[in-house]
């Protein structure tokens, strides 16, 4: 468990312990009423010390903390602690500068996914946190590869809580970005890759769960009255698991794919694995040799063709033919 996590929950241990006027809590009840509920969540979790009891209480008391007023009472020669006003809560404290701030800084990063629905009330959010005597601004430190110009970025909203609500889909989008056609679609998970999003779902005209289209395709939406029918075939955490990008070729299954990368290229691959599957040794002359078990798609040919100077194919030999294809046909738009 992360040692943040187990500070907050201490402190709400700590809070109800001293609000607690019906009983004295010495520094030993204190740990063990910490123990008790930490051990519960993590049993691996060998116990707490009382310095750091001390330090918690400390910071409780502090202004980076919440400024508590807590009593200690001598009986005999040990030491009980309570709060001064037992209705006192942390609960009930308003949120201080450091909490504001950190919030601001949380906030600036999540708004970066513009057209996310459950992202949308932090627009509202944020003006009211930057009142009082925080600064207007603070300055983006961290930003996502998050293109919020593209086309079709407007209907992940619609998309999404369609999904979430199961509701069905009427499409009208650009097929193959050429003529216009009309779609209905069970809509099942939105999958991002390569900056453009992605809608799977079920296309009952061709009786299939896994049609995708891509949202800058998409002309218009709107939802349908028909009842929806819930994905029971695919397990999208899985379905990914043997690919690169969002294209699956029917009945096609894992092959090993063996590439060699060149000089520099080689040291990139090595720190930025192509995928999970990736196994790596390095052979002689700075070569690194790459072995993979993908299925081969339009996406993975692609990622190939963007290194094309500095990788080659090894296996398996549909795959050597294809690059070679696409290369000899670029190579000809320059002749």
């Given at each position: 468990m992360a040692t943040n996590k187990n500070a907050q929950i201490r402190y709400k241990i700590l809070d109800n312990c001293f609000r607690n006027s019906g009983r004295r809590y010495f520094i030993e009840d204190l740990i063990r009423e910490c123990d008790k509920v930490l051990q519960d969540i993590d049993p691996d979790f060998k116990g707490i010390s009382r310095?750091?009891?001390?330090?918690?209480?400390?910071?409780?008391?502090?202004?980076?903390?919440?400024?508590?007023?807590l009593v200690r009472e001598r009986e005999n020669k040990r030491v009980f602690y309570h709060y001064a006003n037992p209705s006192f809560s942390i609960n009930n404290m308003p949120?201080?500068?450091?909490?504001?701030?950190?919030?601001?800084?949380?906030?600036?990063?999540?708004?970066?996914?513009?057209?996310?629905?459950?992202?949308?009330?932090?627009?509202?959010?944020?003006?009211?946190?930057k009142q009082g005597s925080l600064p207007d601004y603070l300055d983006v430190i961290m930003e996502f590869d998050n293109n919020q110009y593209l086309d079709g970025v407007e209907y992940i909203g619609t998309i999404y809580n369609a999904i979430l609500y199961k509701k069905v889909l009427k499409i009208n989008y650009l097929s193959a970005f050429e003529n216009e056609s009309q779609l209905i679609i069970h809509p099942y998970y939105l999958k991002q890759y390569n900056n453009r999003w992605f809608l799977f779902g079920y296309n009952p005209e061709h009786d299939k769960s896994d049609?995708?289209?891509?949202?800058?395709?998409?002309?218009?939406?709107?939802?349908?009255?028909?009842?929806?029918?819930?994905?029971?075939?695919i397990?999208?955490?899985?379905?990914?698991?043997d690919m690169i990008g969002v294209t699956k070729p029917l009945d096609a299954k894992p092959e090993t794919i063996i590439l060699h990368f060149y000089g520099k290229?080689?040291?990139?691959?090595?720190?930025?694995?192509?995928?999970?599957?990736?196994?790596?040794?390095?052979?002689?002359n700075d070569v690194l040799e790459v072995n993979l078990e993908l299925l081969i798609n339009y996406e993975l040919e692609r990622f190939i063709l963007s290194y094309a100077d500095s990788v080659k194919v090894i296996q398996p030999q549909a795959l050597i033919d294809r690059i070679k294809s696409r290369l000899n046909n670029g190579y000809a738009l320059y002749d």
């Open positions: 310095r750091q009891i001390f330090d918690d209480m400390a910071f409780m008391e502090s202004s980076e903390g919440w400024e508590i007023e949120l201080n500068e450091t909490d504001i701030a950190r919030l601001q800084t949380t906030l600036q990063m999540l708004s970066q996914f513009k057209g996310m629905p459950q992202f949308e009330w932090m627009c509202g959010l944020l003006p009211k946190l049609w995708n289209i891509a949202l800058d395709r998409i002309k218009t939406i709107q939802e349908t009255q028909e009842t929806y029918i819930p994905n029971t075939k397990d999208w955490n899985d379905y990914f698991e290229t080689g040291h990139y691959i090595e720190s930025k694995p192509i995928h999970g599957s990736q196994k790596s040794q390095r052979l002689e």
